[in-house]
C-alpha cells in the first residue's frame, strides 16, 4: 500500500506533496519515493526501483538528509526496507533540518 505524503518546513514554510511506496499491483516495478536533484537542488519524487546515478540524486531515506538533531516524536515512514524520518530533515528551499513528512493517506 503506497502513501501520499504532506511535506512542510517549519522554518521557511515551504510545503509539498508527494507518493511514497507503490500500490498493489505495480510495487515490485514502482516505488516513488521522495529526493534532492543533486544538480538543481529541487525537490523530486522517482521511481526507487529504477538505476539512478548517486551523483544526480540522493534520497529521503539517505542519512544525508536527515538531520543530526533528534525529535520528540522520532517517528519513522517505511515502505518495505525503505525508512525516512518524519521530522527534521533538509529543507530544499531555506536548506535548513525542519522538514516534516506527513501521512495524508494511503494509496492502493
Known amino acids: 500500500m503506497g502513501l501520499l505524503l504532506g511535506a512542510k518546513c517549519f522554518s521557511c514554510g515551504y510545503t509539498n506533496k508527494c507518493s511514497f511506496g507503490g500500490n498493489m499491483?505495480?510495487?515490485?516495478?514502482?516505488?516513488?519515493?521522495?529526493?534532492?536533484?543533486?544538480?538543481t537542488k529541487k525537490f523530486v519524487v522517482l521511481n526507487y526501483l529504477e538505476k539512478h546515478n548517486p551523483l544526480d540524486v540522493v534520497f529521503y531515506n539517505n542519512k544525508e538528509l536527515?538531520?543530526?538533531?533528534?525529535?520528540?516524536?522520532?517517528?519513522?515512514?517505511?515502505?518495505?526496507?525503505?525508512?525516512?524520518?518524519?521530522?527534521?530533515?533538509?529543507?530544499?528551499?531555506?536548506?535548513?533540518?525542519?522538514?516534516?513528512?506527513?501521512?495524508?493517506?494511503?494509496?492502493d
Open 25 to 39: 499491483f505495480t510495487y515490485t516495478k514502482i516505488c516513488m519515493v521522495p529526493g534532492i536533484d543533486k544538480k
Open 66 to 107: 536527515k538531520g543530526k538533531t533528534l525529535s520528540f516524536r522520532n517517528e519513522k515512514i517505511q515502505f518495505g526496507d525503505i525508512l525516512m524520518n518524519s521530522d527534521n530533515n533538509f529543507c530544499p528551499n531555506c536548506k535548513e533540518y525542519f522538514f516534516h513528512f506527513k501521512i495524508l493517506y494511503y494509496t
